[in-house]
Nanobody, 125 residues
Framework: EVHLVESGGGLVQAGGSLRLSCAASRFTTDDYAIGWFRQAPGKEREGVSCIRSSDGRTYYADSVKGRFTISSDNAKNTVYLQMNSLKPEDTAVYYC??????????????????WGQGTQVTVSS
């Protein structure tokens, strides 16, 4: 299991930007997936963006393509989510998650076993 700590959430106006950070404890394997999920009130948790360590493959939900960018700093065991052109519908609690295994299909909530505590992102109109 991986210990994850998110930071960077907050309140921003529509059209603004935020960058989320997720610091991970030591990875015990070179083959893992890590990414960002979100859950709005009354909705299911959904995958936003994920990255696979073995080949750098990324996944983005259709709703965030072209606006959000995932990146990682392997030396710091940290993954980032740069969120631009934010919309009120992006309002949610954002969670960082990791799975110490090769995932053929990225960003399926049920496949991830380690989760951070979440950080609130609120976008005002």
């Amino acid at each position: 299991e991986v210990h994850l700590v998110e930071s960077g959430g907050g309140l921003v106006q529509a059209g603004g930007s935020l960058r989320l950070s997720c610091a991970a404890s030591r990875f015990t394997t070179d083959d893992y997936a890590i990414g960002w999920f979100r859950q709005a009130p009354g909705k299911e948790r959904e995958g936003v963006s994920c990255i696979r360590s073995s080949d750098g493959r990324t996944y983005y939900a259709d709703s965030v393509k072209g606006r959000f960018t995932i990146s990682s700093d392997n030396a710091k065991n940290t993954v980032y989510l740069q969120m631009n052109s934010l919309k009120p519908e992006d309002t949610a609690v954002y969670y960082c998650a990791a799975e110490l295994a090769f995932l053929k299909r990225l960003c399926r909530t049920a496949d991830f076993g380690s989760w951070g505590q979440g950080t609130q992102v609120t976008v005002s109109s």
